[in-house]
């Protein structure tokens, strides 16, 4: 069974900094584009980064351009997302995500149960 389990979230103040991680299990991730995406409250779920199978090619939400980075190791725990400079406006339920392809192009085939991000201005 295909598993995404997020980690890293919590309270920080706006100017701060989480890193999350998602772990996966089930599949062999490692040929999968994968991405982030979040939910804020009363919002529609949006795609903020992702990132191609070999992490040659990446995507960026404009409203994160310069404060957060994706990254992954195929080794290990597959994905990340550094977000540095947090702002109140990202306050959301954050998903991590697997494309059962190579790049990032249409919609995930698995989702992770998604880690509350909360900034308090």
């Known amino acids: 069974q295909v598993q995404l389990v997020e980690s890293g979230g919590g309270l920080v103040q706006a100017g701060g900094f989480l890193r999350l991680s998602c772990a996966a299990s089930?599949?062999?991730?490692?040929?999968?584009?994968m991405g982030w995406f979040r939910q804020a409250p009363g919002k529609e779920r949006e795609l903020v980064a992702a990132?191609?199978?070999?992490?040659?090619?990446?995507y960026y939400a404009d409203s994160v351009k310069g404060g957060f980075t994706i990254s992954r190791d195929n080794a290990k725990n597959p994905l990340y997302l550094q977000m540095n400079s947090l702002e109140p406006e990202g306050t959301a339920v954050y998903y991590c995500?697997?494309?059962?392809?190579?790049?990032?192009?249409?919609?995930?085939?698995?989702w992770g149960k998604g880690t509350l991000v909360t900034v308090s201005s």
């Open positions: 990132i191609s199978w070999i992490g040659a090619n990446t």
């Open positions: 089930g599949r062999i991730f490692s040929s999968y584009a």
């Open positions: 995500a697997a494309y059962e392809r190579a790049d990032y192009s249409g919609n995930p085939a698995y």
